[in-house]
């Protein structure tokens, strides 16, 4: 392995403050996921069920509460929020492994060109990302 990669892994990509930006997107994403999800049940079983009634996705989740209990609502929640919780884990990872390493300093972007630059930066930094989460 090259010295400058073996260089990068160590001082851009292995650092704490990736480990905390990437453990907060996965964090955030499992607790939104976590808030909606009753929705997510509601729509399911309407486009599952055209006489399902009521038809709109409130009330029907507090049918469904009232008949099966809270648990009814949740149910295949916890593959869905460990597999967001991984790849937005990756996400954040790799793009702030690679904002770091591109050297892109918001502080300093006083002028148009440095926010245009900073834009394209982050613009760049996050195709790649999503790219190698997908």
Known sequence: MPSHTLSFLMTDLFTWSNLVHAACGGLGSAI?????????TARTRLQIDPDLKPRSSLPLVEVIRKKEGLGAL??????????????NFTYFYIFHGLRHHSNVD?????????????????????SVAGIMTV
């Open 32 to 40: 939104s996921i976590t808030a909606v999800y009753p929705l997510e």
């Open 74 to 87: 949740y149910r295949g929640w916890s593959s869905l929020v460990l597999a967001l919780f991984l790849t």
């Open 106 to 126: 918001a502080a300093s972007s006083d002028n148009t060109n440095s926010l245009l630059g900073l834009l394209a930066t982050d613009l760049g930094c996050a």
